[in-house]
């Protein structure tokens, strides 16, 4: 699920999960208040919403075919984010805990890479930049 | 045909959140890149580019439909 509002994360992780599991592994990405050197001030992500919404499931669909879960929750939040702040939540639940920390390592490496969400790093010089388009060597050029 | 092309993070604040782009029948993903080239509105080396149809993954050499919504993105960088 994509949202613009904080990540209640009392609220996220005090659901109950199915009575057959008995193991949840969670993860939380915070805005953190560096980057490469950089002091940062502030993130401000930008998404595709309806087709992020589409990746997360197919996603989650893979996480199931792929380990034995019961159950996946992912949560991750777009626009304005101040140091701190929850930007993604993951908590999966499965009978026993190797499947929940696999499938919940899998969900954040591809949510990374597949779901189409972008970071933009605010600096607390002023200046900013989104996220691997300039510094990581991937830039696209420009005619 | 006629078909939108959307933009996200440092796209859309370069081109803005979209454009209709007038293309010719049968007309790939790439054709239209090719096309906003041209035009001088988008990067002509498009390497790092990933592109949707209608909010699916596709490759370059997928073929466009009248009213398509092409999504050209930058490498993503979620969570």
Redesign the interface.
Same mark, same amino acid.
Do not use: E, L, N, Q
């Given at each position: 699920m994509i949202t613009d509002q904080p990540i209640d994360l009392v609220e996220f992780f005090s659901r109950p999960f199915d009575p057959s599991c008995g193991a949840a592994a969670s993860f939380v990405?915070m805005v953190r208040n560096h980057d490469h050197g950089c002091r940062v001030k502030s993130l401000h992500?930008?998404?595709?919403r309806?087709?992020?919404e589409?990746v997360l499931q197919v996603l989650a669909d893979q996480a199931r075919s792929q380990w034995a879960v019961d159950e996946i929750r992912i949560v991750?939040r777009v626009g304005h984010l101040e140091i701190g702040e929850a930007?993604?939540a993951i908590s999966v639940g499965s009978a026993h805990r190797a499947e929940a920390f696999e499938a919940c390592r899998f969900l954040?490496e591809q949510?990374?890479? $597949?779901?189409?969400? !972008?970071?933009?790093e605010v600096f607390e010089d002023g200046t900013s930049e989104?996220?691997?388009?300039m510094r990581?060597g $991937?830039?696209?050029? !420009?005619? | 045909m006629r078909i939108k092309v959307i933009f996200f993070a440092e796209l859309k604040e370069m081109f803005g959140s979209s454009c209709l782009v007038d293309i010719r029948e049968g007309a790939t993903i790439q054709d239209a890149v090719h096309l906003l080239a041209q035009s001088g509105r988008f990067p002509l080396n498009a390497a790092s580019l990933r592109y949707a149809l209608n909010e699916n993954f596709e490759t370059p050499d997928k073929k466009l439909s009248n009213n398509d919504e092409l999504a050209l993105m930058t490498p993503m960088s979620g969570g």
């Open positions: 990405g992500y930008d998404c595709y309806s087709m992020a589409k991750h930007a993604v954040i949510i990374k890479k $597949t779901v189409p969400i !972008w970071k933009k989104w996220v691997s388009c990581s $991937t830039s696209v050029s !420009w005619r | -």
